[in-house]
T-cell receptor, first 114, second 113 residues
C-alpha cells in the first residue's frame, strides 16, 4: 500500500466555511497532484506541484488553493465552501518504481457542502 | 471533445468471463498509457503500465496499445468477483508535462459468482 495519506476521509460542512484538506506522503516524491472526481466522471487535475514552493493550476478551473512548504505536505484549501464544491478529492504523488514513474493515490476525501 | 473517451459503460459479467475495456484518445503526444483499478471508497491503484505501442501481459491482465489508431485496451481473463471495481485508463505525454495524467471516465465492472 502506498504511503500517502489524506484526512479527513469524509467531511460534511456548511456553506461559507473555510476548509483545508490534508495530504501527506512519506516517499520523498517531488511531484504531487490534486484531482477532483465526480461519480461516473473522469478524474480532473485541479492543482499540481513539482517541488517545494512550486504550485500550478491544473486543467480544471477550481476555486481552491494549495501550498507546498514541505516536500511531504500538500494541503488544499477552500476559503468559502459552496454546494458546487461537493465532490471527491484525490491527492497523488509521483515517483520512480521498477523503471518507470507511477502515481500513488491517497484514499480520497469525500466532501459534502450543505 | 474529451481528450480521452472510455467505454463500455457499467459492465456486469459472470465469473470466468473475458472482459474487454477500451479507451480512445485524441492527443498524439501521449506516450505512456496506464490502467488504474479503483475499489469502492479507495484511491486508484496502478494495474498496468505501457510505454508506446505494443502488448503487455501480467497474469490474467493484458494491456494493448495501438498508437496509430489512438486506441488502448485492457483484457481480463478468467474474471473473478474480486475484480469488481472501477477501471480507469490514464495517459501522459511525458517530457515537460510534469507527470500530469489525463483520465478516462472509468468503467464500473461487476463480476458475479
Amino acid at each position: 500500500e502506498a504511503d500517502i495519506y489524506q484526512t479527513p476521509r469524509y467531511l460534511v460542512i456548511g456553506t461559507g466555511k473555510k476548509i483545508t484538506l490534508e495530504c501527506s506522503q512519506t516517499m520523498g516524491h517531488d511531484k504531487m497532484y490534486w484531482y477532483q472526481q465526480d461519480p461516473g466522471m473522469e478524474l480532473h487535475l485541479i492543482h499540481y506541484s513539482y517541488g517545494v514552493n512550486s504550485t500550478e493550476k491544473g486543467d480544471l478551473s477550481s476555486e481552491s488553493t494549495v501550498s507546498r512548504i514541505r516536500t511531504e505536505h500538500f494541503p488544499l484549501t477552500l476559503e468559502s465552501a459552496r454546494p458546487s464544491h461537493t465532490s471527491q478529492y484525490l491527492c497523488a504523488s509521483r515517483g520512480w518504481r521498477a523503471g518507470y514513474t507511477e502515481a500513488f493515490f491517497g484514499q480520497g476525501t469525500r466532501l459534502t457542502v450543505v | 471533445q474529451k481528450e480521452v473517451e472510455q467505454d463500455p459503460g457499467p459492465l456486469s459479467v459472470p465469473e470466468g468471463a473475458i472482459v474487454s475495456l477500451n479507451c480512445t484518445y485524441s492527443n498524439s503526444a501521449f506516450q505512456y498509457f496506464m490502467w488504474y483499478r479503483q475499489y469502492s471508497r479507495k484511491g486508484p491503484e496502478l494495474l498496468m503500465y505501457t510505454y508506446s505501442s505494443g502488448n503487455k501481459e501480467d497474469g490474467r491482465f493484458t494491456a494493448q496499445v495501438d498508437k496509430s489508431s489512438k486506441y488502448i485496451s485492457l483484457f481480463i481473463r478468467d474474471s473473478q468477483p474480486s475484480d469488481s471495481a472501477t477501471y480507469l485508463c490514464a495517459m501522459n505525454a511525458g517530457g515537460t508535462s510534469y507527470g500530469k495524467l489525463t483520465f478516462g471516465q472509468g468503467t464500473i465492472l461487476t463480476v458475479h459468482p
